[in-house]
């Protein structure tokens, strides 16, 4: 598959020999710890991103560009295959980029690792695994403040208080809370490193209508309290109504984009993406 | 009514007891196998031989004690000589995972792979052990050998059955229970302890959290080879330090981590004490507690011993197999600390 032969499957499935569970996919595609300069900008900008996964990958995005302001919502939309996570992951530093760049805050940091840019106030919600689910709510937190060495009890007060529920159950394993719970634990980790810019893959996905409008409820108080958000969104209509920016990918490339109300009300997106 | 009594002192001499310090010895063993299993995600067989090194720096140390004229008292030397056996066998991981594992970890090698290469670094450790202190069978225990005796219980209680307990016996339960003690509250209160299980839990996650995973796999080790040292050293107390047996124990200690559930540390201690009571259990010869418990009638003729001694280490197997049959993922349920 990949060619190398040290992540050849066969004989890998026996578990009474060998773990599977949890084992890490990342490849981050920087290599240094420090941004460099870059302009001024935007907050947080994927500038003509173009590129694929590994080395080889075909390229999925083609010349696309992704920004969002201090304080704002920009959601991602598009039909299936378009591209919406995987410009979340360049963004991220996940994905190899082949032409353009990354720049956060006015640095550019195109060549820093996921986690190098988790510590320059970047949080990421993965779509799927985004919580411990071994591990209780408290500790998922705990979890999140991992790189913080002052008190980060105030940001657990402040998260218990967006999510109340989670409060109630914070001694409860993860794993054994509903899928909107679930999802409130994972955006409640990513916001223990008090980041600047909170990046979202689908956080609605399989979640029923009023725990979807509960979260994006939530998701515009955290973005009132000054963190950029920056989603990816299947549910392209209500995400729209609270986006300050929406672009529609198509094929890798920007096809549209605007605030969210001009997209509601452009007939082409409308026709295309959201049912009429 | 004193038959009974007999009976039941006989049974804790020949079974309870030797059966509660070997499962000790298992579930130390145990926890670190299933340590590597959950944050490292393979299963080390190089664990045994680990132990092996880490009892023979220990020995080396005692004997050098031993000469200098140091002693505990009543206690065995070889405790003072723990610590060393700890540094050198956690030099020895460390060298390791820095020349041998690292590079696979680099590859992100499937576990299986590991697993192999693990097998590889069995045979180095096991011909490094025999090269520095010999294939032969070496005694280190001094001090105090009994607690009580069996010829002391005799006299004290006027039962016909002695009662004999030994210092390694006590010191090794005792020993096992603080470390394992120590070993739950570092992985469930402390900062580093719960980076390790989140580790195990969701390495992307961790890794997005801002855990450093080489951190991760450095404590990892040490604690395995702290865990690995002190079950050598406690069994080489008990019985005796032999390269080869401890190559063996590999056995018996990879039936208890996956009896109790693979990456569960409860599930180790657990399958340790499953184990060490069957093997004793199946192997013992159960007519001399047998003649106190029954009527005089039904007394047995041979000695009701269902396996010889040479099988117990089928008796792992056979336990390891039922329980893999109808319960694969453990008495408790495994996979993550």
Request: proline share 7%; net charge neutral; hydrophobic share 30%.
């Given at each position: 598959m990949s060619g190398n032969p040290y992540q050849d499957d066969r004989g890998n499935k026996d578990a009474s020999i060998t773990n599977p569970h949890g084992q890490g996919t990342l490849t981050a595609s920087g290599t240094q710890p420090n941004p460099m300069p870059g302009k001024d900008g935007p907050f947080l900008i994927g500038e003509n991103m173009t590129g694929g996964y590994?080395?080889?990958?075909?390229?999925?995005?083609?010349d696309c560009t992704i920004a969002v302001e201090r304080g704002e919502i920009a959601v991602i939309v598009g039909p299936n295959g378009a591209g919406k996570s995987t410009a979340m992951k360049a963004v991220f530093g996940m994905l190899d980029l082949r032409e353009g760049r990354v720049l956060l805050d006015g640095q550019d940091?195109?060549?820093?690792?996921p986690q190098a840019r988790v510590r320059h106030g970047m949080g990421f919600v993965p779509q799927t695994s985004n919580i411990f689910t071994s591990m209780t709510v408290e500790e998922n937190l705990e979890m999140g403040a991992f790189i913080r060495t002052d008190d980060f009890r105030t940001t657990m007060a402040q998260v218990y208080e967006l999510f109340p529920i989670l409060r109630e159950k914070r001694n409860q394993p993860a794993g054994e809370l509903s899928g909107g719970q679930r999802q409130q634990v994972a955006v409640g980790r990513a916001l223990m490193t008090q980041p600047k810019v909170l990046m979202l893959d689908e956080p609605t996905a399989g979640v029923s209508p009023i725990v979807m409008d509960e979260l994006f409820d939530r998701i515009i108080e955290v973005a009132r309290t000054g963190i950029s958000i920056l989603m990816v969104e299947q549910n392209a209509r209500q995400a729209l109504e609270i986006a300050d920016k929406g672009y529609v990918l198509v094929q890798g490339a920007n096809g549209y984009s605007g605030t969210g109300k001009d997209l509601l009300a452009n007939p082409d997106v409308r026709r295309s993406f959201l049912g009429g | 009514m004193i038959d009974l009594l007999n009976g039941i002192v006989a049974l804790a001499n020949f079974v309870l007891i030797p059966a509660i310090a070997y499962g000790s010895q298992l579930a130390l063993g145990a926890l670190g196998v299933t340590l590597i299993y959950g944050i490292l995600r393979f299963s080390n067989f190089a664990h045994g031989d680990t132990m092996a090194v880490g009892t023979m720096f220990a020995v080396l140390v005692t004997w050098g004690l031993q000469g200098m004229g140091v002693s505990l008292g009543p206690f065995p030397t070889a405790l003072l000589a723990i610590p060393f056996g700890i540094l050198g066998a956690a030099a020895i991981v460390l060298l390791t995972d820095k020349y041998v594992y690292k590079f696979y970890r680099a590859q992100k090698a499937k576990p299986v792979i590991l697993v192999i290469v693990s097998m590889g670094v069995m045979f180095i450790y096991n011909g490094f052990t025999r090269i520095i202190i010999g294939p032969d069978d070496h005694r280190f225990a001094d001090g105090e050998r009994f607690v009580i005796s069996a010829r002391t219980f005799r006299d004290m209680t006027g039962l016909e059955e002695g009662l004999a307990l030994r210092t390694t016996q006590v010191i090794t339960v005792v020993t096992a229970v603080v470390v394992v003690a120590a070993l739950f509250w570092f992985l469930n209160k402390t900062r580093t302890g719960k980076s390790m299980r989140a580790f195990s839990d969701n390495e992307d996650l961790a890794l997005l959290s801002g855990i450093n995973p080489e951190r991760v796999v450095l404590v990892t080790w040490l604690i395995v080879a702290s865990l690995a040292t002190v079950a050598g050293v406690l069994y080489g107390l008990d019985k005796s330090f032999k390269a080869f047996t401890y190559f063996q124990l590999l056995l018996p200690i990879f039936a208890a981590a996956i009896v109790g559930g693979l990456g569960n540390p409860l599930g180790a201690i657990a399958g340790g004490f499953v184990i060490a009571f069957s093997e004793v259990g199946i192997t013992y010869a159960w007519k001399k507690v047998l003649v106190y418990l029954m009527p005089p009638a039904l007394e047995p003729d041979g000695l009701v011993q269902i396996l010889s001694t040479e099988y117990k280490f089928a008796v792992s197997f056979v336990i390891l197999v039922i329980v893999l049959l109808f319960r694969p993922t453990g008495l408790f349920r495994g996979k993550s600390l």
């Open positions: 590994g080395k080889t990958g075909p390229d999925i995005l083609h940091i195109t060549q820093l690792t | -």
